[in-house]
């Protein structure tokens, strides 16, 4: 079956380390988007990509990094500089993203 | 610009009575719309979508949604509640041909009383 995998689903990150979260997509969809979920504060765009070996900043990039070296993987690191990082990392992905996104499960990240 | 409203952070409706979910959005040309469910610690997933064509859209799970171009609407409903309708529910808009991006809605946590 088609579909957009998150891993882990929980991870777990001592204060001053950098962490990767997975996403891969085998629905041959170009765009691919990462967000982050706060109780109570919706969904917030971090990065997104349009197609290979490309991508743009969203509202609140700052601590983050990604890349976008094949089609089916948008992997997205949380570095050190950021500075409240735990939460519900979700990544989606779209053929064209006015026709919607196909989301993946979810990482819950927690800093220790 | 694209935006969207969704009145009330949570909504409480007992079992079996009508669930109604409010959406308004803002969009300078036609716009798609979408409502979005989400069940605890998992991600979004698609309930229904308006592009063209009839105004009200049947989704999955018995709900449904009306949009309505004069009063930039797309309220959400469904005739019947259930305790699995318990969930975070989010509209959100696009814009054929223009910015690539949905923007979301805050969100609407629907509760379910027995």
């Known amino acids: 079956d088609g579909g957009i995998t998150q891993s882990p689903k929980y991870l777990f990150r001592k204060e001053g380390q950098n962490v990767t979260l997975s996403c891969e997509q085998n629905l041959n969809h170009d765009a691919m988007y990462w967000y982050r979920q706060d109780p109570g504060q919706g969904l917030r765009l971090i990065y997104y990509?349009?197609?290979?070996?490309?991508?743009q900043k969203g509202d609140i990039a700052e601590g983050y990094s990604v890349s976008r070296e094949k089609k089916e993987s948008f992997p997205l690191t949380v570095t050190s500089a950021q500075k409240n990082p735990t939460a519900f990392y979700l990544c989606?992905?779209?053929?064209?993203?006015?026709?919607?996104?196909?989301f993946g499960s979810g990482t819950r990240l927690t800093v220790v | 610009a694209q935006s969207v409203t969704q009145l009330g952070s949570h909504v409480s409706v007992s079992e079996g009575a009508l669930v109604l979910l409010r959406c308004n959005y803002s969009s300078s040309v036609p716009p798609y719309l979408f409502w979005y469910v989400q069940y605890p610690n998992q991600g979004l997933q698609l309930l229904l979508k308006?592009?063209?064509?009839?105004?009200l859209v049947k989704g999955i799970n018995g709900f449904e949604a009306e949009f309505k171009k004069s009063e930039t609407s797309f309220h959400l409903t469904k005739p019947s509640a259930h305790m699995s309708d318990a969930a975070e529910y989010f509209c959100a808009v696009s814009q054929m041909n223009r910015d690539d991006k949905i923007i979301f809605g805050k969100g609407t946590r629907l509760h379910i009383l027995p």
């Open positions: 308006y592009t063209t064509g009839a105004t």
């Open positions: 989606a992905s779209s053929i064209k993203g006015y026709y919607g996104y196909t």
């Open positions: 990509s349009q197609i290979v070996n490309d991508f």
